[in-house]
């Protein structure tokens, strides 16, 4: 899962990055509202954490930019803590959830990880599929014979991919969007390389080749 932090506070900007990673997710970072805007309209993101107080232009006025434009990628707004107006205002402007600060990152977490499985569909914690089920806390995967297997930061991010987005030819070029962070290792053809791993890990079928088109993942299963 790709997103992106538009907020100034670069030091408060670099301890949500450094924890978001930790919990599987690739993030940017925008310092400012023009930058992020633009950002935000022209790159593949799942979810976008706003804050309101920016420079050179307002979160609020991002937002409601984006959703003049027909932009609905799922957007967390952060504000101060007392701003309550500023809560109203940014869900009647189209943000699909918001946190005050100051904040704990547990929240911030689970709130965003709340917001990604909603917007694909799935209500619980967690993933299942064709008899596997991936653990976000723990970045295991249980198979469909019970065996469970850590995986890697990598496998882990597409793995989720994968199976946020069961039944649909993925390419490539798409899935090195969502699994490599900023312009590094982004290397279409390592992505063969994480596709057999996770093949020996939850099995041969349910990760299909389609030849010049990519992959899809637990196609005959839908």
Not at 156 to 172: A, D, E, Q
Request: proline content about 3%; hydrophobic content about 35%.
């Amino acid at each position: 899962m790709r997103l992106l932090l538009i907020e100034d506070d670069t030091k408060l900007a670099g301890h949500i990055r450094s924890d978001l990673k930790r919990h599987g997710y690739v993030v940017d970072i925008a310092d400012n509202g023009v930058d992020g805007e633009f950002l935000g309209d022209e790159e593949p993101y799942d979810l976008i954490v706003l804050d309101l107080g920016l420079p050179d232009r307002p979160g609020m006025e991002v937002l409601q930019n984006w959703r003049n434009g027909g932009n609905r990628v799922p957007v967390l707004i952060l504000t101060a803590r007392d701003a309550w107006h500023e809560r109203v205002d940014g869900l009647k402007a189209g943000a699909d959830d918001y946190l005050g600060k100051p904040f704990h990152t547990e929240e911030l977490l689970a709130r965003i990880d709340a917001l990604v499985r909603r917007s694909h569909g799935e209500a619980a914690p967690g993933l299942c599929f064709a008899g596997i089920t991936l653990d976000d806390e723990r970045q295991v995967v249980t198979a469909a014979d019970g065996k469970a297997y850590e995986l890697t930061g990598t496998e882990f991010r597409l793995l989720r991919y994968f199976m946020l987005h069961p039944g649909v030819i993925l390419s490539k070029s798409r899935l090195t969007e969502h699994v490599y962070e900023g312009d590094s290792d982004r290397d279409s053809n390592v992505i063969e390389v994480y596709v057999t791993r996770l093949r020996h890990k939850i099995g041969k079928n349910l990760i299909e080749t389609r030849r010049g088109q990519g992959y899809i993942f637990g196609g005959s299963q839908r």
